[in-house]
């Protein structure tokens, strides 16, 4: 298999096989994958523009270079796939919620296993056309909200697509539900703090929840920014906040 970006198809990639096959007589490559460029707004990501962005860049942002990931085979390679930081912005919003729901996910109940192949085969018939990682995507999903599998079942499939999507689902639920097992509550004149167990994270938290009800905005606006220095990510709900680490 050789890959390479679609502007490589022709003439790089067409003097590669007539020069290696004549040197080696025989046919070189069995497949080409040739791939559609990453956009901005303004055009092609360009390295010899210094217009480019990578992944170091992205995890110096707080994202997860998962989430990347995910946004990457949301499109199917052959299509160009715009970048900008709202698309990210819905990609990590997406890859916290799949996450979530596999989390959810108790691991009770019979593994039916002519259901669990029929989901296995959809999954495999959309990678088996023309790679469609969008697709396949999609067939995770469905085994998230199918009526036919129990929680064992959707674990195992989980398990199965993501040793293609390398997604690194369970491990990530797994962690989310150890957050969440260690996860404190504090609470102060009718405003809930729910963060991962540690006291002056919640007391930071809490005194922003303060300067809000007190409409000192510059003053929850400044510990916000103190928190996400600290790599805390603060989400207000309905009567407080819920804290979690980046």
């Not at 460029?37 to 997860?64: I, N, P, Q």
């Not at 469905?142 to 129990?150: E, N, S, Y």
């Amino acid at each position: 298999i050789h890959c390479g970006g679609v502007d490589n198809a022709f003439p790089h990639h067409t003097n590669e096989i007539a020069q290696s096959e004549a040197y080696l007589g025989h046919p070189w490559c069995r497949y080409w994958m040739h791939i559609a460029h990453l956009d901005t707004a303004g055009g092609k990501m360009s390295k010899s523009k210094g217009e480019f962005t990578t992944v170091s860049t992205l995890e110096e942002r707080g994202y997860d270079p998962l989430v990347y990931r995910l946004f990457c085979l949301q499109s199917h390679y052959r299509k160009a796939l715009v970048f900008t930081w709202e698309n990210l912005d819905n990609a990590k919003a997406a890859y916290e919620k799949l996450v979530g729901r596999v989390a959810a996910l108790t691991g009770e109940g019979e593994v039916d296993a002519a259901a669990v192949s029929k989901y296995r085969e959809a999954f495999r018939e959309a990678l088996g056309n023309d790679l469609n990682t969008s697709l396949g995507v999609t067939r995770l999903y469905d085994v998230l909200k199918a009526k036919d599998l129990t929680d064992a079942a959707k674990r195992e499939l989980v398990g199965d697509f993501d040793q293609v999507l390398g997604l690194d689902l369970l491990k990530k639920a797994e962690a989310r539900r150890a957050e969440q097992a260690r996860a404190t509550t504090s609470a102060v004149g009718g405003y809930t703090v729910t963060g991962e167990g540690d006291p002056a994270i919640d007391a930071l938290v809490l005194r922003r929840g303060e300067a809000k009800k007190a409409k000192n905005f510059a003053e929850a606006d400044r510990i916000r920014e103190e928190l996400k220095a600290q790599g805390i990510e603060v989400t207000d709900v309905p009567g407080g906040a819920v804290w979690k680490r980046m």
